[in-house]
């Protein structure tokens, strides 16, 4: 069993900040990519940031310079820390994380449960 648990989103004023996490845990070998989706209503569902397990990061051109994505290999753990946040980035957060599960030599993706992040303005 794999599961992806997400933690830290809330309701924040324009220009706050906010931390999400995303804590991978079960039968892994293995996480390669690790990335953050986000899904407003009525929206499809869009990557905002990634970053592979040597620290290589991409991010969607409306975040940057605001948030900014890292992880924990120790801890099966990647973080989004969301700077100067705006009405617009509100969104329900997913975190996926591409895993080598242990006993296998395939890759698949796996998705967190979702944590909403709701700016204010």
């Known amino acids: 069993q794999v599961q992806l648990v997400e933690s830290g989103g809330g309701l924040v004023q324009a220009g706050g900040s906010l931390t999400l996490s995303c804590a991978a845990s079960g039968s892994i070998f293995s996480i390669n990519t690790m990335d953050w989706y986000r899904q407003a209503p009525g929206k499809q569902r869009n990557m905002v940031a990634s970053i592979t397990r040597d620290g290589s990061t991409n991010y969607v051109d409306a975040v940057k310079g605001r948030f900014t994505i890292s992880r924990d290999n120790t801890k099966n753990t990647v973080y989004l820390q969301m700077n100067s946040l705006k009405p617009e980035d509100t969104a329900a957060y997913y975190c996926?994380?591409?895993?080598?599960?242990?006993?296998?030599?395939?890759?698949?993706?796996?998705w967190g449960q979702g944590t909403q992040v709701t700016v204010s303005s």
């Open positions: 996926r994380a591409k895993i080598q599960r242990g006993g296998w030599d395939r890759w698949n993706y796996y």
